[in-house]
Every structure is written in C-alpha cells, then in structure tokens.
C-alpha cells in the first residue's frame, strides 16, 4: 500500500472495517485524492481517519452546501425555543419580504425549497454572493419563479440567505453570529459559518473535478442555459460573473463572510461533530435537539420532481432526508451534502453521526460517490457494537 492510499488516524475497536474501506477508496480514486472520515456514536467519536497528499485531519476545506445543515440547526434551535413557527407567514418576522405574491410564504416554505426565489434576475454580483444580507434584499424585493408552496427547486446559493434574514429579524444577530454564539463556539465545532484569519492556515483549496472524456461529456450534454431555473439558481445569469461553484469557497472573501447556503469551513471532525451535538451531546454536553425537534426536523416535507435539479428530490426541513440517498440508514436520519463531495448526516437510531470531507471536487457534484460504502461501513460497525 502506498503511503498515499494508506489512512491515517484511529478507529475504536469494532470499526476496523471502516478503515479499510476508507483505504479502498483512497485506492480507486486518481493520484493526489486527499479526504477525511469521522463519526461519533452517542456522542463519543469511534472514527477519525485522513489519507492522501498534504491534507492533515485538523485541515479545512470549504464544505459548500453541507453548510445548510449548520444553518438549519441554528433555525431548529429557534423553533425548539418558540422563537419562530414554521408556519406562520414570513412577513410577520419580515415585513417587506410580502410584496408580488409572496405574502402567504411561510417559514415552511422557504425551508422546503418552495418559495420561488432560487436565484436573482439578472444575477448576483460576487460581492453580492459573499454577502447574506444583499441575497436577501434582492429576493425580498422579486417575483417569485413559481406560486409559493405549488412547487419546489433547490434553493442552493439563498436558502441560507433567506432564512437567515428571517433569524437575523427576531434575534438582532445574523444566521452566522447566531451559529457562532449558540452551536460552534461552546461544543468546540471545527465548522465555521465565517472562517476568523488566524484559521486560514489550515485551509486547503478546493482542487477543481477531474473528469474522464465520458463525464466531460456527460456534463455538456447536461448543462442548463443561463436563463433558465437551473441557471438562475447556480447564478450562471450574471451578465459579467457567472458563479463558477468549483471555484467559490476559494475566495477568501467567501469563506470570511460563511453565506450560510455554501459558505461554510469544516474538517470532517467539525462534520461530524455538529451531528453529535445535535443528537447526543458531547463532552457531556446536553444534545441540542430534542428527539420531538430532531423528528420534525427530519421529516419529509416535500418529495417530487425538482424545478431546479430536474429530476426527482426530496427534502426535510432545511436538510436532505438522508435515508432517501442510503436507505440503509433509520428512516429520521438528516443531514446534507456539499457540491465538492461532502457528506454530514445524523441518524438518531443509531446514535450516529458521520462527516466526510474531500478535497477534489467530486463528479458530478453533490455527495461523492464513495460516500455510500463508507457510511455504509461506519452504519453496519455502529450496529454491531451497540
């Protein structure tokens, strides 16, 4: 085995199976893949491995829309606390956000990817997409694309925008103050919604996709115009700066500001650690969500065809209904992936929590297709020593 396929870190005794499939796919992929595994089971983490070139298992990467998670728990917080209700109108929190139809968008709605606001006319500037307050001022002031609640499309570079100005409306903080001061900082979460300067040192660019001729082609024939759902909601319609998502958390800049769609900072550890502290506790700690709040968390609150994605999706209330992507998990399992390859996810009936971090951009985007062995893996050992 070479020292680049060879994994680094530890496993509890009953998990050496998943340092082995860890090694496995750091032996499939391309020369120069670099990723990280973690897992906490009942708050205590069984899973701590890392392999490949240059990448350490305190590194950083931009985690892109695994961030929605971190986002999501701070607005569960927010419902568990009676703070917001998720079906009461956006406008009672946000008043100027009723204007075009929009005046019967509940909280539901914009966490379910229903309100219609995927993405800007006209687009948005870059100075715009590291920044959640202006996202928000510009799709408080739109149109929707649809009737709110008759349909759905992944949100993908706003929902952290929008629901974020919802939380900045009742608490006086931004989604990232908010997560900040009430989830990262007192569980010691290697997740950053803002990464501070004195952290930049640990950060690993994202490498862009590697394609084979076939997916090169593969990703042609697929891509959207400039105008339509999907471009709009990737922001492909600046006239100047079309988003290029490959290259977004390399921007200082965006990883500085953490816009709580994509913006986010973690090693895997900080991954799976933001679960075990929304399910189990850690360090002794009290979980953050009660098992009601996680349950109503995770549920399915709208499954079909997707507007943005074009195919089928399902989604829970701000994160993926994960047992819909791995049906071996528990059917309350939650979580969500990054564009890069990122996967974080809780499933309550095992006590688990599971991140994966990767530092190529994976094919064709989403969760990276190693992913499912490995949770796999980590699910059937948390089983087995239960």
Not at 38 to 42: F, G
Not at 194 to 197: A, K, Q, S, V, Y
């Given at each position: 085995m070479s020292s680049e396929t060879a994994a680094r870190g530890t496993v509890e005794k009953g998990y050496e199976t998943v340092r082995e499939v860890f090694e496995a796919t750091l032996a499939e992929e391309r020369a120069g893949h670099s990723a990280q595994l973690?897992?906490?089971?009942?708050g205590q983490q069984v899973v701590d491995l890392w392999g490949g070139p240059d990448i350490e298992g305190d590194s950083l990467t931009g985690v892109f829309s695994s961030t929605k998670g971190a986002a999501h728990l701070a607005v569960a917080l927010l419902v568990q606390d009676g703070t917001l209700e998720l079906d009461r109108e956006v406008r009672h929190y946000w008043p100027e956000f009723a204007v075009h139809g929009k005046g019967h968008t509940t909280l539901r709605h914009l966490l379910t990817h229903q309100a219609g606001l995927p993405g800007a006319d006209?687009?948005?500037s870059p100075e715009e997409m590291a920044d959640d307050r202006l996202i928000a001022e510009r799709l408080g002031a739109q149109r929707p694309h649809w009737r709110p609640g008759a349909a759905f499309g992944y949100h993908a570079l706003v929902i952290g925008a929008l629901t974020g100005e919802v939380v900045r409306r009742v608490t006086g903080l931004t989604m990232q103050e908010f997560y900040e001061s009430r989830i990262r900082a007192p569980h010691g979460i290697d997740f950053y919604m803002?990464?501070?300067?004195d952290q930049e040192h640990r950060v690993l660019d994202i490498q862009p996709m590697d394609p084979t001729?076939?997916?090169k082609r593969t990703l042609q024939e697929s891509a959207a115009g400039a105008e339509s759902l999907t471009g709009v909601a990737f922001n492909h319609n600046h006239p100047e700066h079309p988003t290029v998502l490959e290259e977004l958390l390399n921007s200082r800049a965006v990883r500085a500001a953490g816009p709580a769609s994509v913006g986010g900072v973690a090693s895997a550890r900080g991954l799976a650690r933001l679960y075990a502290a929304a399910i189990s506790g850690v360090d002794g700690a009290a979980p953050l969500l009660t098992p009601a709040t996680a349950a109503e968390f995770a549920q399915v609150n709208v499954s079909g065809y997707d507007l943005?994605?074009?195919g089928q999706n399902t989604f829970a209330l701000g994160f993926a209904a994960s047992s819909d992507t791995y049906p071996f998990?528990?059917?309350r399992a939650f979580g969500h992936s990054g564009a890069a390859g990122s996967q974080?996810?809780?499933d309550p009936s095992r006590g688990l929590a599971f991140g994966y971090n990767r530092r190529r951009y994976a094919f064709p985007g989403g969760a990276a297709p190693e992913v499912g062995r490995l949770a796999k893996a980590v699910h059937d050992a948390a089983g087995r020593a239960r």
């Open positions: 973690a897992a906490y089971v009942d006209g687009g948005f803002g990464l501070p300067e001729p076939e997916q943005v994605l074009r998990l528990g059917a974080a996810f809780a």
